[in-house]
């Protein structure tokens, strides 16, 4: 579990710079290098933290338990391995709870700023959640239907020991409903374009343009783990390959770090090609796409259940 929570924590950045080391070659730029993120975060916190005048303690504790509920959603999640000392929390409702917990501190600290663009990206931000948590629980409840249990470690290792399940009606419409999730979670084109800050089409940024400094490098940091975890998450549900499991040795952990860098390097890389080709949804037409993958979890579990 804590070689888990090191690989994402000092993962997630790379990852970051990854991904827009991929766009930038693929619209003909250099790029600042994958460990550039890494380096804005480092000056990030050795500058002074400075809140806006007005603030309260709301304001302060949001970028703490924005990284606090990743941290725990990183250390839970079958990523590395899929047998952890905390089983009992690992379960798809209290993960999904975590991750809605870490939204709603950060659109709070948006709100208690008190200025247009925090409300703004507040209200927008609690919009989106309010489509995305029930398609996680959906989508992830269809898999769990032929396991029996919730516990994300036990799906994980139903579908290490039998892979071929994942070929099925069922695995298609929860992963492409996941994937859909996914993107919108972590704020990526066509959801929100993290590499913008125009007040008409920002969501996330529009509620942290107050925060600066450590506060800053501290949203930051958590958000590139949240997109980790989401990324590793769809990747042990659907290609659980070379992932730990219980009683592994030094070798396979190993192994598994391996296995687990390369699946989520590729998601990253491919979610960040795709980016280059697509350009991003007006406000409006947010509500419709993730209503599709609601409407698709929802028949991945009406599935499950027929072909149970």
Not at 14 to 21: F, K, T, Y
Not at 226 to 241: I, Y
């Amino acid at each position: 579990m804590i070689l888990q929570v090191l690989v994402v924590a000092a993962g997630a950045p790379l990852l970051v710079g990854l991904m827009r080391q991929v766009r930038a070659r693929l619209e003909g730029r250099v790029g600042a290098g994958v460990l550039q993120p890494w380096r804005d975060l480092r000056k990030l916190a050795r500058k002074e933290p400075i809140a806006p005048h007005g603030t309260g303690w709301v304001f302060r504790a949001a970028p703490l338990l924005l990284a606090g509920t990743a941290l725990v959603v990183a250390a839970v999640v079958p990523l590395v391995t899929a047998a952890s000392p905390l089983d009992g929390v690992a379960d798809l409702f209290a993960v999904t709870a975590l991750l809605a917990l870490g939204s709603v501190a950060l659109a709070l600290g948006g709100l208690d700023t008190g200025t247009a663009f925090g409300g703004m990206g507040a209200s927008r931000e609690v919009t989106v959640l309010a489509l995305v948590e029930p398609t996680i629980l959906l989508a992830v409840f269809a898999l769990s239907v032929r396991v029996g249990t919730t516990d994300l470690g036990a799906i994980v290792t139903a579908t290490a020991g039998s892979p071929l399940t994942v070929i099925s009606p069922v695995s298609l419409l929860a992963g492409v409903a996941l994937a859909m999730v996914t993107i919108a979670e972590s704020g990526r084109i066509p959801v929100d374009n993290p590499s913008t800050h125009l007040e008409l089409t920002m969501i996330h940024e529009a509620m942290i343009l107050e925060y600066a400094g450590p506060d800053l490098a501290l949203i930051e940091w958590a958000s590139a783990m949240r997109l980790t975890v989401m990324l590793g998450l769809l990747a042990s549900l659907f290609a659980p390959l070379g992932i730990a499991t219980a009683g592994a040795g030094p070798v396979a952990s190993l192994v598994a770090v391996a296995a687990f860098a390369g699946k989520v390097a590729l998601l990253g890389g491919a979610l960040a090609a795709g980016e280059v080709f697509m350009a991003k949804l007006r406000l409006f037409r947010i509500p419709e796409l993730l209503a599709g993958s609601f409407l698709m979890a929802l028949l991945a579990v009406a599935a499950s259940f027929f072909l149970a």
